[in-house]
């Protein structure tokens, strides 16, 4: 039977203090979600956000008097008196970004929305995340303003102040493009190059590289057969639409990258490549090699990329023993 895991309770505090969420611990401590819940509730802990208690503090005409059960919705909600004395409900949302400022009894509506104007307008300069609101602006629907928030990547948007508040990392939507970019890119570099069970690869400096393709080996075997310094996916780029690209080859001495494709970008491009290549291209040198480009640059004796599988089953090997030690030995 399997031993339970341990793991010291000073180690989740330290995460827990960094920010880290279950995802990212379970990712970490190579744990299952299950596991790591059962770890934190032994210790005692918790990853869920200490908010702020409202109890005692005044909201314009209400004054929080104590806590209540969450509503169905799970939201914290007080029990808050106003300065005419009636008593109301109020979640703690509304409290803090001022929707709420009466138990209903302020029907002042033009001093209501000149209050609600100057407190909208002291929100402006703040920073959110990748939000920086810069000016407001009336909900045509309700009697509330919106922000109007610059993103760090120039696109202007409007935003409630209170999602700016409750979101984790506010942006114009390209931040969690960029997290899922990013996502994607990790697991295809860890996938294709520590994955063993992929068939792919070249020898380089007496070392087994794992690639993707049979064109990305052929080139890669020209490369090392004429001494041409290279590195294979040499590293995962950030470009300004927060996307990642990892080219296939960089070449050292010319300072130019190199991406192999099988079929043109018109024909097949699931994921967007010729945008990335397009906005990489506007700070890099990067050529793309299609099959015909490979059998010229690399002295290729076939013009069919079949006739190597065909030439492997002659030598009795696999494809990819082939293409991998034997294609520049057989001809």
Same mark, same amino acid.
């Given at each position: 039977m399997?031993p ?26 190579n ?5 790591l819940?059962r770890?934190l509730?032994e ?6 956000k200490?908010?702020?208690d409202?109890?005692g503090k005044?909201?314009?005409k209400?004054?929080?008097i ?5 509503s ?12 005419? &004395? ?6 703690a ?16 509506? &033009? ?9 909208a307008y ?8 990748k ?5 407001i602006?009336?909900d045509?629907h ?11 990547c120039?696109n ?7 999602n ?6 506010p ?6 493009k ?8 990790e697991?295809i ?10 068939n792919?690869y070249f ?7 794992y690639?993707?393709?049979?064109y990305?080996?052929?080139y890669?075997?020209?490369l ?6 290279f590195?294979y996916?040499?590293?995962?780029f ?8 990892t ?5 050292i ?8 494709? &099988?079929?043109?970008?018109h024909?097949f ?5 010729s ?12 050529d793309?090699?299609?099959w015909?480009?490979?059998?010229n ?7 069919g990329?079949?006739s190597?599988?065909?030439r492997?089953?002659k030598?009795?090997v696999?494809?990819e023993?082939?293409?991998g030690?034997y ?5």
């Open positions: 399997r339970r895991i341990k793991i010291g309770k000073n180690v989740f505090i330290d995460m827990i203090e960094k920010g880290c969420t279950r995802a990212e611990m379970t990712k970490i401590l744990v299952s979600k299950s596991t819940a770890l509730n210790h005692n802990l918790s990853t869920k200490e908010y702020e409202l109890v005044q909201f314009e209400l004054k929080v104590k806590r209540l059960e969450n169905s919705d799970r939201r914290r909600v007080y029990l808050c008196q106003c300065d005419c &004395g009636n008593f109301t409900k109020v979640k949302r509304y409290l803090n970004c001022g929707d709420t400022r009466s138990c209903g009894c302020y029907k002042d509506f &033009g001093e209501y929305k000149e209050q609600n104007q100057k407190e002291k929100k402006v300069g703040e920073k959110h995340g939000l920086t609101i810069i000016d602006k009336k045509k309700v009697n509330v303003y919106n922000m109007v928030c610059e993103c760090e120039g202007i948007v409007e935003r409630k102040y209170s700016l508040l409750k979101i984790e990392t942006s114009c939507g390209c931040y969690a960029e997290m899922s970019s990013k996502r994607m890119s697991d570099l860890v996938k294709f190059k520590n994955n063993r069970n992929k792919w020898i380089k400096n007496d070392e087994i590289v690639c993707r393709s049979g990305e080996v052929i890669a075997n020209y090392i057969l004429n001494n041409i310094e590195e996916e040499p590293k995962c950030k470009l300004d639409n927060g996307k990642r690209y080219p296939d080859f960089y070449l001495n010319e300072d130019k990258y190199i991406e192999i494709k &099988g079929v043109p970008f024909v491009d699931k994921s967007s490549q945008d990335k290549i397009k906005k990489f291209r506007r700070k890099y040198r990067l793309i090699y299609y015909d480009d490979l059998v640059i690399c002295h290729l004796p076939y013009k990329y079949a190597y599988g065909a492997a089953m030598l009795n696999s494809s023993d082939y293409l030690k294609l520049y030995l057989t001809y």
